[in-house]
Nanobody
Framework: QVQVVESGGGWVQPGGSLTLSCEAS????????IGWFRQAPGKEREGIVS????????YYADSVKGRFTASRDNSKNTVYLHMTDVKFEDSGVYYC???????????????????WGTGTRVTVSS
């Protein structure tokens, strides 16, 4: 079955760290750009990270740059999102998605993300 599944969400205090995982199955994740998106309650979905194939280019939105880091483990067909120095505004449901292309300079058009997970919730609270 072709899918991506997020995991690792939970509760974290402000300033803390959390690592999310996006495990792909049914395809080789390293052949495609993989992205991370998030949606806070009452807000539109926001694209925050795109990881090109071979980690050739990694784009970070300004809202997470310097605090979040994405990486790949091709042996596990998994893309990670390492979140540090989290803030209240980082709360939301985090989704990963597969892009139809291998290399992206930014997040690209939403219609080019053709496979989505069901999300994992991150709650930043003291």
């Amino acid at each position: 079955q072709v899918q991506v599944v997020e995991s690792g969400g939970g509760w974290v205090q402000p300033g803390g760290s959390l690592t999310l995982s996006c495990e792909a199955s049914g395809f080789s994740a390293d052949r495609f750009a993989i992205g991370w998106f998030r949606q806070a309650p009452g807000k539109e979905r926001e694209g925050i990270v795109s990881v090109s194939k071979g980690s050739g280019n990694i784009y970070y939105a300004d809202s997470v740059k310097g605090r979040f880091t994405a990486s790949r483990d091709n042996s596990k067909n998994t893309v990670y999102l390492h979140m540090t120095d989290v803030k209240f505004e980082d709360s939301g449901v985090y989704y990963c998605a597969k892009n139809r292309w291998g290399t992206l300079l930014t997040m690209g058009p939403v219609e080019e993300w053709d496979l989505w997970g069901t999300g994992t919730r991150v709650t930043v609270s003291s």
